[in-house]
T-cell receptor, first 118, second 115 residues
Framework: GAVVSQHPSWVICKSGTSVKIECRSL??????MFWYRQFPKQSLMLMAT?????????EQGVEKDKFLINHASLTLSTLTVTSAHPEDSSFYIC??????????????FGPGTRLTVL | AQSVTQLDSHVSVSEGTPVLLRCNYS??????LFWYVQHPNKGLQLLLK??????LVKGINGFEAEFKKSETSFHLTKPSAHMSDAAEYFC?????????????FGKGTTLSVSS
């Protein structure tokens, strides 16, 4: 149980285009989903926290107009990288928290999406 | 502010020998601490967690960690390394931000296991 999927697993796009990444909780309802960014050989950096039905909370330094997050249902959150540039190339990972689990620290991670912007 | 420092970016061991991955934490309150493992092209997997219960925590695949408040450490150990243990390991601490409970990741330690 508690499986999180991401789609696509990897994407290559041209500079200036927008890319949408989906994060789905397959067998549970997730009131909260998180988006992380991981550069090669580096740690995961939290970009934003997404609560179902409300606006995402972005971490300091993350451009909300650049990285659009939508959490329209209890099983789906999307991250759209708008007007992508080569410096946006990275590994994007989502995670989800089970609704009313009583364990606020518990997150289940997706396998990640590798974005390469040419 | 909460943070974790993983003291080694890379650890190399031989198969069958003990593993020690070191982590120190900084927290203004009693923290929850975790170790996650990341294999190539796979999602992060929780190895073990400390949430203010027993200080010696046993996890999956034979790993364990001991929470030492006096040393602000949460080192990960395993008595005997296996080739399949080669991966990236992250020490993680919880933090409270405006959105609720968040996870703060260390920079990671790459574990290499040779035969």
């Amino acid at each position: 149980g508690a499986v999180v999927s991401q789609h696509p697993s990897w994407v290559i796009c041209k500079s200036g285009t927008s890319v949408k990444i989906e994060c789905r909780s397959l067998d549970f309802q997730a009131t909260t989903m998180f988006w992380y960014r991981q550069f090669p050989k580096q740690s995961l950096m939290l970009m934003a926290t997404s609560n179902e039905g409300s606006k995402a909370t972005y971490e300091q330094g993350v451009e909300k107009d650049k990285f659009l997050i939508n959490h329209a249902s209890l099983t789906l959150s999307t991250l759209t990288v708008t007007s992508a540039h080569p410096e946006d190339s990275s590994f994007y990972i989502c995670s989800a928290r089970i609704k009313a689990s009583g364990r606020p620290w518990e997150q289940f991670f997706g396998p990640g999406t590798r974005l390469t912007v040419l | 502010a909460q943070s974790v420092t993983q003291l080694d970016s890379h650890v190399s061991v031989s198969e069958g020998t003990p593993v020690l991955l070191r982590c120190n934490y900084s927290s203004s309150y009693s923290p929850s601490l975790f170790w996650y493992v990341q294999h190539p092209n796979k999602g992060l997997q929780l190895l073990l967690k400390y949430t203010s219960a027993a200080t010696l925590v046993k996890g999956i695949n034979g790993f364990e960690a001991e929470f030492k408040k006096s040393e602000t450490s949460f080192h990960l150990t395993k008595p005997s390394a296996h080739m399949s243990d080669a991966a990236e390991y992250f020490c993680v601490v919880t933090s409270l931000n405006q959105a609720g409970t968040a996870l703060i990741f260390g920079k990671g330690t790459t574990l290499s296991v040779s035969s």
